[in-house]
């Protein structure tokens, strides 16, 4: 029996701008429709919450890497939590365990921390509608490793074209 695919999505707490947060639910619903398995860092706070709702709305499977062992922070639509207790150092973990990486705004030092570790571990990665400031830094990093997009539906294209190529 094959392995599930497991794309992961990355993005701010707190900080998550609303039009990230409207995304990042987009994007879950999407990632579910195709039967992937989202992963994300699983707290109940901005593009963590919003994309694991998501797929839960479209009958999707999710599983958290949680940064911390307080279950207070696990977002109620993560199927699977992973509890780590490991903070930041879970970023790893995050990025190693996915097919494709989607970004969905890089505006803190968490996403922008777990976007460079899986271009240095030679992932695939997707920024959806980021700066472009940021995108020329994971580009210079990166290389043809990065791949920006506007839309959760052309992430979702992308993603497919990715899958093929590996």
């Avoid at 999407?30 to 707290?43: C, K, M, P, T």
Wanted: glycine share 12%.
């Amino acid at each position: 029996m094959p392995r599930h695919t497991i794309i992961g999505v990355m993005g701010g707490g707190e900080q998550a701008s609303k039009d990230d947060i409207k995304m990042a639910f987009e994007l879950g619903k999407l990632i579910a429709q195709e039967s992937w398995v989202l992963l994300s860092g699983g707290r109940n706070a901005g593009v963590m919450d919003s994309v694991n709702k998501g797929a839960k709305a479209a009958g999707g499977l999710t599983v958290g890497i949680m940064p911390t062992k307080d279950e207070r922070m696990i977002s109620d639509a993560v199927d699977i939590p992973i509890i780590t207790d490991m903070g930041s150092a879970r970023n790893s973990i995050n990025v190693l365990s996915c097919a494709v990486v989607i970004a969905c705004g890089v505006g803190g030092a968490g996403t922008a921390s777990e976007v460079a570790l899986a271009l240095k571990a030679k992932k695939r990665v997707i920024l959806l509608r980021d700066t472009k400031e940021s995108q020329m830094f994971f580009r210079k990093i990166g290389g043809n490793l990065l791949h920006t997009v506007e839309t959760p539906e052309h992430a979702i294209a992308l993603v497919k074209e990715l899958l093929k190529q590996q």
